[in-house]
């Protein structure tokens, strides 16, 4: 008899955001042993690192500096480790957030500002279409799919400079709500989306389990209670 497959180790960034639980029994239904932790040796030995976000952008990154993520973080996708942010992880991802007239250094991974939607309704909260790119593997069966969002504010241009031919240019989903505006990214080991997939019931739960199918099960490390 063979033996059963290894579940993908997922570590959740424990460092002060909210509503986190629902993301780690979400990427338990998908198939993943998750833990949520700020540890450096879980941080960076995980298959998988999630990072959640809700609320503004200024606080989502100092809460990202308190802990050492920022490091962390930057260590795992320079070694192509896979990481997912979500919501506010996908916006801190880019160069820079401006809420109230304050602008916010992010993580410099994408170009781009965060800046309030030119919507009639905010925040845009509800369920809504994407347009994925042919050949997504995040969206993959599920391209028609309506996401759970909950946002004022996102990222409503792009304009990467691709100027290393050998590199896969990043695959970009957008949605409209008043305006275009990116609900996800994925460029090598790293991957976000604009939207809640823990939210998004058995969409979002596909979305996971195309995600955690990307990520090398490396069995490094194992779940442990402090």
């Known amino acids: 008899m063979a033996e059963p497959q290894q579940k993908p180790l997922v570590v959740v960034l424990d460092y002060g955001a909210g509503n986190v639980r629902s993301a780690v029994r979400a990427l338990e239904e998908a198939g993943a042993e998750v833990l949520l932790s700020r540890r450096e040796a879980d941080v960076l030995g995980a298959d998988g690192l999630v990072v959640p976000g809700v609320g503004a952008f200024q606080a989502v990154m100092d809460g990202l500096k308190q802990a050492d993520a920022?490091?962390?973080i930057g260590r795992r996708?320079?070694?192509g480790r896979p990481?997912?942010?979500i919501c506010v992880g996908l916006q801190v991802m880019f160069e820079h957030g401006v809420e109230h007239g304050i602008d916010t250094e992010g993580l410099g991974e994408w170009p781009g500002t965060v800046?309030?939607?030119q919507a009639d309704v905010v925040p845009h909260m509800g369920w809504n279409t994407v347009r994925p790119p042919v050949g997504s593997r995040l969206f993959a069966?599920?391209?028609e799919e309506r996401f759970y969002f909950v946002h004022s504010y996102g990222v409503q241009s792009w304009d990467f400079d691709q100027n290393i031919e050998s590199m896969v240019p990043p695959q970009v989903t957008w949605s409209h709500h008043g305006t275009d505006f990116i609900a996800a990214v994925e460029n090598?080991?790293?991957s976000a989306t604009?939207?809640?997939p823990e939210k998004s019931g058995e969409a979002g739960l596909k979305l996971l389990r195309n995600w955690l199918n990307t990520l090398p099960v490396t069995g490094r490390i194992s779940?442990?209670?402090d």
């Open 223 to 225: 779940v442990q209670e």
């Open 188 to 190: 090598g080991p790293l």
């Open 141 to 143: 069966g599920i391209e």
């Open 194 to 196: 604009q939207f809640h």
């Open 70 to 72: 920022i490091r962390m």
């Open 77 to 79: 996708v320079a070694g």
């Open 83 to 85: 990481v997912l942010g």
């Open 115 to 117: 800046e309030k939607l």
